[in-house]
Structures are given as C-alpha cells and as structure tokens.
C-alpha cells in the first residue's frame, strides 16, 4: 500500500465518525427534548451517555488510525532488499571484539661492518686485478672460521695472495689450516700450513700437513696428555702421510713441500694463565699479544734475516724432506692475551721495523672481532706484500 492510499483511507475513517458523532448527537438532543411520560430522566440520562461514547470512540479511532498510517510511512521510507537477496534477513548482536594480532617490530640491525681491507701506504697493484681461476680444481681461495673452546676464542682465516690469484694462469691458494679441539674440549688445537710456491702441488702439502696434524694431536693428547707432547714424533708422522699422498699422486715428494706450525693450548690455572705448546718446522711463526702493549712479539719461527740487502725466502727445513728438523717450545698467555700462528704472508708484514702494519693488527686484534672482520684484515693490502696469508688467533678468556 503506498503513502497516499493509507493517508485516503485515514481520512475516510475519520470523516465517517464524525458524521455518525453529528447523527448520534441529533438523535440525542431529539430524545431530550421530546417529552417522555414515564421515564423522561433516565432516558435523558442515557442519551447523554451515549453521545459520550460515541465522541470518544471517535476521538480514541481517529487517533488509533493514524497510528497505523505513520508506521506505514515509516516502513515505507526504509530501504527495502534488492531482488536478487533474500527475503528474510538475520541480524545478528554487536559483534565480539576480535583480538588483533601483534605488530610486527622492525628487525633491529647494527650499523653494517666495515668490510674493506686494511691499506698501508700505496698498497699493492696486483691488490686491484681481477681474481682469477686456477686450471684444475683446488681448494677455495678463502677460508673463515670462528669457535670457541673452553676458556679460548678462535678466529681463523686464510687468503689467497694478491701475486697468486691474478696470473695466468692464477695459481691456487697454497696456505692451509685446520682448528680443533681435545674430546673433553679443554685443550684447542691449531695448525697452520704454507706450502712452498716452488712445489707444483704445495697446496695439497699443506692441506695435508694441517688436517693430519690435528688429528695426530689429538690422538698424542688422548694417549701421553699435555706434558707428552712429542714434536720429532709428530712430525715425522706427518711427513708419512705427504709422502704417501705424493705417491698416490704419482708426484715426488719434492711436489709437495710444506712447512707446518702447531700449537695446543691448556685451559688456563686458578689464576687465569694458560700454558701453549708450540712446534714449527720452516718460516710460519707464532706471536704474542700482551692487551696493554699495542704490539705483536715473535715468540716461535725461523725469523728471516731482515737486515740482509735481500730478504730470502728459504727456509731451513720442509716437510716431508726434514722432519727431524722440527722444534717445540712452551708460551705462556696472561689472562686477556692472545696468541696468533701465520704463515709468512702476514709474519713478514708484522716483521717489518719500517711500516705500520704490525701495531694496527695489535690494535684491531686486542679483542676478538666477527669473523668476517677478521678476513677483511688477513686480505690486507700493502706494498710488496703479495703472497698468501693465514692466521689463527687464540684469546685467553676473551669473550668480547
């Protein structure tokens, strides 16, 4: 029904009790005033009751009509569905509060490392050359390790040199070096390996060199400890196993020549001081560092003779052509100190009374530092510094 016919049929239920309210009044003031003989009071009595009712069934119909009408207009002024939606309609409560999930915190990172390496005065022009590949498959031309053990920190890294990696063709990384530890993880053990560049398969020496040497360590400590550490044993052992490697090759042993540096640490006393045993056979060479004193000291090695108009690059003794040749030591390291084993590529560099590059790597190495630093620095560039480099560094109770 729309808005004008509930109106017309409003007005028409109106108008028709106000025509029966004029009727009922007529009739009324006819009954009154016509004279009764019997019961003229009470029948004027009962006319003037009826015309009452009447006027207010008018009045209260009138008003109850309406009513309805307005509720049509209202419910035809709301919106209605559209065909294609249901009929019937469920409307459901205010919804419940649904949790929200988290947000997302952003990823907190530190400032970025400082990869790039280290250069003293001009550095080297084969630093800027491309880095090329050997021909036959060889070892990668960079190797990182970070650990710790017991009471130590460990950082290690080896870096093909600027002089081997840009020829052609470009000849493989020749220094090697192996981490571990004794069974119990109270004793580090470390071995670092250079094999000589006139060795056609010196990195395969060294490789050699290094990996058996810590397991033969390790095997030396689980049978006679610490105090029975035997270097001529050790080494000649070594050598068994170039010369053995050489054969299979079909190679002399000559191919094959390294020279080797140990060490084994013992976790430190009571008063924090730990006791390294050292041996080496050729030029790679241990050093020291006191925290207080910005300065690495040489404490085992065959140092070059540096005063010598040429620095010579031979050494005294190879594995696995002199074996016996080998030597041992003990080192003390303070609480905080720390203990590094490299190859020449970086002793030379330290050794040198007339640059610098021996008190920043006191500096830069009084504490450990992320692995990826420490290979930045072991790729330092510098003058006349072409060869490989290598270093292991042990901290003496230093978490920093």
């Not at 002089?163 to 580090?188: F, K, M, N, T, V």
């Not at 080797?260 to 009571?270: C, F, Q, S, Y």
Request: charged residues 20%; glycine residues 10%; contains cysteine.
């Amino acid at each position: 029904m729309s808005r004008d016919d509930s109106r017309r049929d409003g007005l028409m239920n109106g108008r028709l009790r106000a025509v029966l309210f004029v009727a009922v009044v007529i009739g009324a003031f006819i009954e009154v005033s016509t004279p009764h003989r019997r019961y003229g009071p009470l029948v004027d009595v009962f006319a003037l009751a009826a015309v009452g009712v009447v006027g207010a069934a008018a009045v209260l119909g009138s008003g109850s009509a309406a009513t309805p009408a307005r509720q049509r207009d209202r419910l035809a002024q709301e919106p209605r569905p559209g065909t294609t939606g249901p009929i019937c309609r469920y409307v459901t409560g205010p919804a419940a509060p649904q949790p929200q999930a988290p947000r997302l915190r952003p990823f907190l990172r530190e400032r970025p490392t400082d990869l790039r390496v280290p250069r003293f005065g001009d550095g080297a022009r084969a630093q800027g050359y491309p880095w090329l590949l050997p021909e036959r498959t060889v070892q990668n031309g960079i190797a990182a390790d970070e650990a710790t053990v017991g009471a130590f920190t460990i950082r290690a890294a080896s870096v093909i040199g600027p002089g081997h990696r840009c020829g052609h063709p470009a000849e493989p990384r020749q220094d090697s070096y192996r981490i571990g530890r004794s069974r119990d993880s109270r004793l580090a053990i470390v071995a670092v390996a250079d094999g000589l560049s006139s060795a056609a398969w010196s990195d395969a020496g060294a490789t050699t060199a290094s990996s058996q040497a810590v397991t033969l360590l390790r095997e030396q400590i689980e049978t006679v400890g610490f105090g029975g550490l035997d270097a001529k044993q050790l080494y000649g052992q070594i050598a068994e196993s170039i010369t053995a490697h050489a054969a299979g090759r079909g190679v002399s042993t000559s191919q094959m020549a390294t020279v080797l540096i140990t060490a084994v640490l013992a976790e430190p006393d009571a008063n924090g001081v730990a006791k390294a045993w050292v041996a080496w056979l050729g030029d790679s060479s241990a050093w020291t560092l006191d925290p207080r004193v910005p300065l690495w000291r040489i404490s085992a090695g065959d140092a070059k003779d540096r005063a010598a108009a040429v620095v010579s690059n031979e050494v005294a003794g190879q594995l696995p052509d002199t074996p016996q040749l080998a030597r041992d030591h003990y080192v003390t390291l303070a609480p905080s100190a720390a203990l590094a084993l490299v190859t020449d590529g970086i002793g030379d560099a330290w050794a040198d009374p007339a640059g610098n590059v021996n008190e920043y790597f006191a500096n830069a190495w009084r504490s450990p530092v992320p692995a990826t630093r420490f290979t930045a620095d072991v790729g330092f560039d510098a003058p006349q510094c072409l060869d490989d480099r290598t270093a292991v560094v042990i901290w003496n109770g230093d978490r920093a």
